[in-house]
């Protein structure tokens, strides 16, 4: 079985803070996915890492890839209370005729102003 | 596009009765998913399918079936309902490209008294 463990489940941070949340297996992954689900929504893909050692940024939030593939961080710089919400990592699991993903059990990110 | 859609929004359901959780889809996607999300917890997959016609089994599938007749709609019907099925139900699609990037409805939420 494929195992996602995100860290921490929750964190409470005032408005200006930065943050790092991580997201770990023991499988290596082809690619992985970083969703948000802001709260009453549905997961919202925030961005897709491919290579080893890839960093990709949008505005105030900064993505890695391991090297090895295995692992992923979420890096927000300067919270703002619009970052609330919970952050899910997922990845395609390993002969996956039916394009399935597996997710993490997610980190509550609330962000006080 | 409206991307995937889901209805109802909430229900309140007496143990015993039975409903069906609608899902739609324009985006032409081959692949649909059902999941459940718990308080506090991560996603588990109901089940999924492939293309219309094509149905199977997830990670948590007791209670609940499937069927896809068409390729914009994926139903899910749960028959019997119990207090454990108390849940936020989530459909998401993907195509045939990219990473198996999915792309989520806003939710069922459903209670079970």
């Known amino acids: 079985t494929q195992l996602l463990e995100q860290s921490p489940q929750f964190l409470s941070i005032q408005e200006g803070e930065n943050l790092t949340v991580y997201c770990n297996s023991s499988?290596?992954?082809?690619?992985l996915q970083w969703y948000r689900q802001e709260p009453g929504e549905g997961p919202v893909l925030l961005v897709t890492?491919?290579?080893?050692?890839e960093v990709k940024k949008l505005k105030r939030l900064t993505f890695q890839f391991g090297d090895a593939r295995k692992d992923s961080s979420l890096h927000i710089t300067a919270a703002q209370p619009g970052d609330t919400g919970l952050y899910l990592c997922?990845?395609?699991?390993?002969?996956?005729?039916?394009?399935?993903?597996?997710f993490g059990g997610g980190t509550r990110l609330m962000v006080k102003p | 596009n409206a991307g995937v859609t889901q209805t109802p929004k909430f229900r309140i359901l007496k143990i015993g009765q039975s409903m069906t959780l609608q899902c739609t889809q324009d985006m032409n996607h081959n692949y649909m998913y059902w999941y459940r999300q718990d308080p506090g917890m991560g996603l588990k997959l109901i089940y999924y399918s492939v293309g219309a016609g094509i149905t199977d089994k997830g990670e948590v599938p007791n209670g609940y079936n499937v069927s896809r007749s068409t390729t914009e709609d994926f139903p899910l019907r749960l028959e019997l309902a119990a207090p454990s099925q108390t849940s936020v139900y989530f459909c998401a699609s993907t195509g045939t490209s990219g990473y198996n990037e999915q792309f989520f409805g806003p939710g069922t939420r459903l209670t079970v008294l």
């Open positions: 890492v491919v290579t080893g050692g």
């Open positions: 499988s290596v992954f082809s690619s």
């Open positions: 997922a990845a395609p699991m390993n002969n996956n005729a039916g394009n399935m993903l597996t």
